[in-house]
């Protein structure tokens, strides 16, 4: 009796007391339940099963293996799919770009974004350092900044940026006397600037400009104690504080009134805190013997009050007054000698 059957790779067909497995044409005898032998002519196929293997990678060891699918396939036989895992490095390309810097020191004004050039944003998970998950964060302080991207593999990259602290405003400035101290005005110089970014602006008391050149003098300036501010292109400022003194005194001084009898003469000796170039006495008609001269005589013939005008080396000037009182009071000479027969 002819028998045509098939198996697939793998398994067996059993006739009687025999196994099967292999493709081939096999006479087979068998014993009916009467004892009488029967003959059956076996054409046995094995059809090989359906294999797919596939590779895949990941960058998380966790999930590195093999792993083997069975499901039913053409000619009834298994389609057997094993997949096999591995670990792969994957690159993420993408870069930290700065789209505005830290304006001005300490302030919390930058922002930072990401660039993807091969794949649109939206497909990955972000989160910056300081928490945020989004594409673009501002009112950054400066300081060093992460950027974690994942894919949805679950694939991750990092980046940092580090946003930079801007130059502080730095001034250098000194005040300017006036020459004399009867100069009521003096001037601030600005000799230096230093951080920021140009051009600079400068306010002083009721004075305000652009700072096209350094040093910078700024004239007009009362005796005083002020505060030098600084602008830069960005809006930062920067201030410090500037003493204008007052101008050289020559602190001229004649002393106290004198009283004198009529007829006598005093000398007048001034007190000066510097040294002086020129001198000038008046009044013209005081009795006064050199009107040029720093320290002079006079003998008035009346009260008379005397001014002394005085210039110093580098022409500052000073004034000092005195008044000379004259008692017109009759003096009687008594001798303390006696010459007889004289």
Known sequence: MPFATFVCEGDSLRIGNQWFKETGQYLITLKNTEGCDSLVALNLTVR???????????????????EVFRSGGSGGCDTI???????????????????????????????????????????????WSNGDSVDRIANLRPGLYFLTVTDNEGCKATESFDLKNPPSLNIEATGIAPK???????SI????????????RYRVSRFTDTIRALPLTIGNIDVGRYRLRIFDDNGCSSDTTVDVNAGRELALSLGSDV??????????????????????????NGGILCDTCFSTRVRPVETTTYTLT?????????????????????????????????
């Open 259 to 284: 009283t004198i009898a009529l007829g006598d003469t005093i000398e007048l000796t001034p007190l000066s805190s510097i040294q002086i170039e020129k001198a000038r006495w008046t009044p013209f």
């Open 180 to 186: 004399c101290a009867n100069e009521p005005q003096g």
């Open 81 to 127: 799919t094993t997949v096999r895992t591995v670990f792969q490095r994957k690159n993420i390309p993408f870069a930290i770009t700065l789209e505005s810097p830290v304006s001005c020191d300490g302030k919390a004004d930058g922002a930072l974004n990401i660039f993807m050039p091969d794949a649109p944003i939206e497909e990955f998970k972000l989160k």
């Open 310 to 342: 005085a210039t110093d080396i580098i022409g500052c000037t000073d004034s000092a007054r005195i008044t000379i009182l004259v008692e017109n009071k009759l003096r009687l000479f008594v001798p303390n000698t006696f010459t007889p027969n004289v």
């Open 48 to 66: 090989k099963n359906t294999l797919i293997d596939i590779e895949k990678t990941t960058c998380d060891s966790a999930k590195l293996g093999v």
């Open 189 to 200: 110089r600005l000799t230096a600037i230093s951080g920021g970014t140009e051009p600079y």
